[in-house]
């Protein structure tokens, strides 16, 4: 009877996060909000529906979590981790670093002890991928510097959850206990844990079964992937890791595997329901009456503020001394300015190993639920309030490289050197034309100097930048951005500085494209449009036709 109790009680909870989900996104805002009030509302603090007692309740919260980051670190593929190398692995390693490190000093400044300041700090360093990522693909940011800038910060957090969560796990253990062979007993036994997923699920079992014959399966792949999440979060239990750690562990060795890719699109329909499970039974945590008692608002308001302002300054410090524009760490900063699931799992692994107390858990807690729901606001709103920060704070010196003759139409302005930019400028140097490439990225400007442009470094959403790159004497302008919106607020300014130059803008996705044509673009060049013509043409000659 218990067992179908718990099972009506997931299914009310899914029930009533779909339709809050739902009335959410049909508002403007992202699901997860809707999980959260769903989880917030049938919890303990307010309606108290879900009555299975809160071990069955972490229970379920613990699967939830388990399989959703096995979700995510199977999307931790090669190709991603190579985004990390340069300036992404530095930005991330030294946001978690510096993050922790004021969260552990803060707690020390309020006589917390080292155990639960280290935790603590680790938590501060984390934010959320599965929000983030969603908001940014949502507004169709993903693409945008300060969407790829945050992230890559968030890969590096996803990667840093391993080692984080081996030290809560080393930290719960009882402090008699020796520092060194506890430390090497805890390496062996992930050392031995990932040997055993190496060895069986990307060596013996292919070659035993043959991966062709698992590749061309509609169901062994996914029944391997759930098969190996669940075994290892048995395994990781019976060698006392989190059995979280184990499943994304079990994710990112996966990633490798001769059926990653399939195994990752027939799971892909499941990390939803995951996604729902998780953050609605994470809604249950916000004890309501906690939070209204004595002073206990003012503590949770004052920590989110300390949260959101911090994180955004950190990662705009950090972005800024590897020389990122302020417009890009500002807004990357306020992206990251949460804290975020993996947070939850720290905690919850902190609290139910003593490290933690009740008072504290549900200060972080609250405040962590807040800043998720915060989140999509502060996504929304972070081009606008870093362009506020950066016209408040003035305007960052533009590096220029090359003469630009003013006197004469001469020169073609390209705005953004990425794979777009990288095709067009050689063919028109080759023609003869005068090329000045703007861009916010050092490498794109030293690749850019490299084929024979001048180059401008900065915003082209800046008039001085657009001065400096003579707009009003160019030829004509091309933007190859991918973001939309960039696009449309860089054509208005093009369009206050040279009315009548012309302007050929991309478009990457359909629906944006009468919008560019209404900012003022000339032309506007639709990439799914284009990838259809493209695929018609090779296959029209793959036919012989």
């Not at 992930?190 to 035993?208: D, E, R």
């Not at 029944?223 to 750690?245: N, R, Y």
């Not at 499941?270 to 996604?275: A, D, E, G, Q, T």
């Not at 975020?340 to 490290?355: H, I, K």
Request: glycine content about 10%; aromatic content about 6%; some cysteine.
């Amino acid at each position: 009877m218990e067992f179908w109790h718990i099972v009506s009680e997931i299914t009310i909870l899914l029930s009533v996060a779909v339709v809050l989900g739902m009335f959410c996104e049909k508002n403007g805002l992202s699901g997860i909000v809707g999980y959260l009030l769903a989880g917030t509302l049938l919890g303990p603090g307010v309606f108290n529906v879900l009555t299975s007692g809160e071990e069955a309740i972490q229970s379920i919260a613990e699967i939830g979590v388990s399989l959703l980051l096995f979700t995510i670190g199977l999307e931790i593929n090669r190709g991603r981790l190579k985004e990390l190398i340069g300036k992404g692995f530095v930005l991330g390693t030294l946001q978690i670093l510096l993050t922790g490190a004021i969260g552990f000093s803060v707690a020390q400044y309020f006589l917390i002890d080292i155990a639960a300041s280290l935790v603590i700090g680790a938590m501060a360093a984390l934010s959320s991928t599965a929000v983030v990522i969603r908001v940014l693909q949502d507004r169709s940011e993903f693409d945008s510097q300060h969407g790829r800038t945050s992230f890559m910060v968030l890969l590096v957090q996803d990667l840093a959850i391993v080692p984080l969560m081996i030290m809560v796990a080393f930290l719960g253990k009882d402090s008699g206990t020796e520092l060194s062979s506890e430390l090497g007993l805890a390496g062996v036994k992930f050392v031995a844990l990932i040997v055993t997923l190496i060895l069986f699920g990307v060596l013996i079992l292919p070659k035993f079964f043959g991966a062709a014959l698992i590749k061309r399966s509609s169901e062994f792949p996914v029944l391997l992937g759930v098969v190996t999440c669940l075994s290892t979060m048995w395994l990781s239990h019976l060698l006392d890791f989190s059995p979280a750690l184990g499943a994304f562990t079990a994710g990112l060795v996966l990633a490798g595997s001769p059926y990653a890719a399939q195994v990752r699109g027939d799971v892909a329909p499941l990390r939803y329901i995951f996604l729902a499970l998780f953050f609605g039974v994470t809604g249950t945590l916000a004890d309501i009456p906690w939070i209204l008692e004595g002073a206990h608002a003012i503590q949770v308001l004052v920590l989110v503020s300390a949260i959101v302002i911090g994180k955004t300054i950190i990662v705009w410090f950090i972005s800024s001394c590897l020389k990122n524009h302020r417009r890009i760490s500002v807004a990357s900063g306020l992206c990251l300015a949460q804290i975020g699931e993996f947070s939850f799992v720290l905690g919850t692994e902190a609290f139910n190993s003593n490290l933690l107390s009740d008072d504290l858990f549900q200060l972080f807690m609250s405040s962590s639920l807040i800043t998720l729901l915060i989140t999509p606001f502060m996504i929304s709103r972070a081009k606008q309030i870093a362009r506020s920060i950066d016209e408040i704070l003035g305007k960052e010196q533009v590096a220029i490289e090359g003469v630009i003759d003013d006197k004469g139409n001469h020169h073609v302005i390209v705005i953004g050197f990425g794979v777009a930019g990288k095709r067009v400028i050689p063919d028109l140097l080759e023609s003869g034309k005068k090329v000045v490439v703007i861009d916010m990225s050092e490498n794109g400007i030293r690749e850019a100097k490299k084929l024979g442009a001048m180059t401008v470094l900065g915003n082209a959403q800046r008039r001085d930048v657009l001065e400096h790159a003579g707009i009003e004497s160019a030829q004509l302008c091309i933007l190859t951005l991918p973001d939309h919106r960039t696009s449309e607020q860089t054509i208005h300014q093009i369009r206050a500085c040279a009315p009548t130059v012309p302007i050929v803008a991309r478009s990457r996705y359909s629906i944006h494209t009468t919008h560019l044509e209404e900012a003022g673009a000339d032309v506007v060049v639709d990439d799914e449009e284009s990838v259809g013509y493209t695929v018609l043409r090779k296959s029209l000659k793959q036919l012989g036709l």
